[in-house]
């Protein structure tokens, strides 16, 4: 089945600083990419997705890029501002009805 | 709008207790629902999703079972909880073959 790694499980930056966290994906057939957020005590909201045909897609300060060669997809955050604080998980699509996530990674803006 | 209600938001049960969790779903017609359980740093793992009445298909063997006995509402059951069962459950809905929408969770502490 697919395997989705997520890095890092941990990151703090600086209010206005840029926020990436990098995902690998094993299965090459995976052809859907979305990213959640997820606040504490409440279930994952999705921020961005990608499809497999595009490389890159942007809503105002995320972004999502994706390399299919690599099997890898980013979340960028710019100007992070605290409440972007939350732990986000991408996910992978393969097959009909199911998304395979990654281990999350908690985010802390430091004002 | 569409809106997605689950609960009770934690619950805490003795093993060998019997479980349901109830999900329900508004503002949408025919929604591929969804149960995932969270365990404590780990991402979200896919236990049953269904895309209709009465259809209801499982990821992984386990002590639970799952029914859709109307189109917006989905029960996650046991019969006799497990220590393992503990954990944080998530219900979802979405359209078109991956979760878009979910709940705000159901803490689960077995004793």
């Known amino acids: 089945g697919e395997n989705v790694e997520q890095h890092p499980s941990t990151l703090s930056v600086q209010e206005g600083d840029s926020a990436v966290i990098k995902c690998t994906y094993s299965?090459?057939?995976?052809?859907?990419f979305p990213w959640y957020k997820q606040e504490l005590g409440k279930g994952p909201q999705l921020i961005i997705d990608?499809?497999?045909?595009?490389g890159e897609k942007k809503d105002q300060r995320i972004a999502v890029t994706l390399n299919k060669t690599a099997k890898h997809f980013s979340l960028h955050i710019t100007e992070t501002q605290p409440e972007d604080s939350a732990v986000y998980f991408c996910?992978?699509?393969?097959?009909?009805?199911?998304?395979?996530f990654g281990t999350g990674t908690r985010l802390t803006v430091i004002p | 709008s569409q809106t997605i209600h689950q609960w009770p938001a934690t619950l805490v049960q003795p093993v060998g207790s019997p479980l349901s969790l109830e999900c329900t779903v508004e503002?949408?017609?025919?929604?591929?629902l969804y149960w995932y359980r969270q365990a404590a740093g780990r991402g979200l793992q896919l236990l049953f999703y269904?895309?209709?009445?009465?259809?209801i298909s499982s990821e992984v063997p386990q002590n639970l079972s799952a029914s859709r006995p109307q189109d917006r509402q989905f029960i996650l059951s046991s019969k006799k909880l497990l220590l393992s069962d503990s954990g944080f459950y998530l219900c979802?809905?979405?359209?078109?073959?991956?979760?878009?929408?979910f709940g705000d969770g159901t803490r689960l502490s077995i004793l």
């Open positions: 299965d090459s057939a995976s052809n859907y």
């Open positions: 503002g949408t017609s025919n929604p591929n």
């Open positions: 990608i499809r497999s045909n595009v």
């Open positions: 979802a809905y979405g359209q078109g073959g991956q979760p878009q929408h």
């Open positions: 996910a992978a699509k393969t097959g009909a009805n199911n998304l395979f």
């Open positions: 269904s895309v209709g009445i009465g259809q």
